[in-house]
């Protein structure tokens, strides 16, 4: 609820490094967001640095009638008594751990999850906006430890292609206590509660005063 989903560099057309330092520095320092492969690197550093056994995995998104590529999108496992599906870089999914286990749906704070096996070391994550809802896939996943130089194409894909989502769109998104706040585009929405709100954003100087006000981000104070 403090570092938000959001990849309005690639949108600026700024180049994103995988590498600790460049995230670090931009995350904590310059106080911004990131996404998948800036949040989940920087959250898997810190559960190892605390003492969580862990390791990144790479998971393929579900688009409309289809699973993502390989290394499309970077989650974390963390290892105790059982395995847990740990993600802080989706954007509007889970804000608690969900266990790898298959018999029973699992309860957040907002939503419903569900892991399905579909085979040996590897599983769907199912999402309920309530328990009688139909699920909506989110993405696939293996438990395979991945190391961060093999989502460097992806990465690399999804800043310069005309086809990504993060070139195409403006985005920047936050959970709160019982909502979420996001900006999508030219449209800054709230959810809490149960209820939505949504205004259009006119102009360049209201998103900037919106990311300042609402996200904490000062985007002209980041190299």
């Keep these: 609820m403090s570092i938000p989903f959001e990849a309005i560099d690639v949108y600026m057309g700024r180049r994103i490094e995988l590498d600790l330092e460049s995230i670090y520095h931009k995350v904590i320092n310059k106080q911004r967001g990131g996404y998948c492969y800036e949040l989940n690197y920087l959250f898997h550093k810190m559960l190892s640095e605390v003492g969580f056994p862990n390791f990144m995995i790479s998971a393929s998104i579900f688009n409309e009638d289809q699973f993502g590529p390989e290394f499309d999108h970077m989650a974390i496992i963390v290892e105790l008594e059982d395995q847990w599906l740990v993600d802080v870089g989706f954007g509007d999914l889970f804000i608690e751990p969900i266990k790898i286990e298959t018999q029973h749906k699992q309860h957040d704070k907002l939503k419903i999850y569900e892991i399905k096996k579909i085979c040996p070391n590897e599983y769907i994550l199912y999402e309920y906006l309530t328990i009688e809802a139909k699920p909506a896939v989110k993405y ?20 310069t292609s005309d086809e990504s989502f993060f070139v195409k769109n403006r985005i920047c998104t936050l959970p709160m206590e019982k909502g979420r706040k996001t900006i999508f585009n030219d ?11 949504e205004i259009k954003i006119e102009g360049n100087l209201m998103f900037i005063k919106l990311l300042k006000d609402e996200f904490q981000i000062d985007i002209e104070n980041t190299p």
């Design 187 to 197: 449209f800054y929405k709230t959810k809490s509660n149960g209820e939505s709100k």
């Design 140 to 159: 696939n996943f293996g438990i395979e430890p991945r190391e961060i130089s093999e989502f460097t194409e992806q990465n690399n894909w999804k800043q």
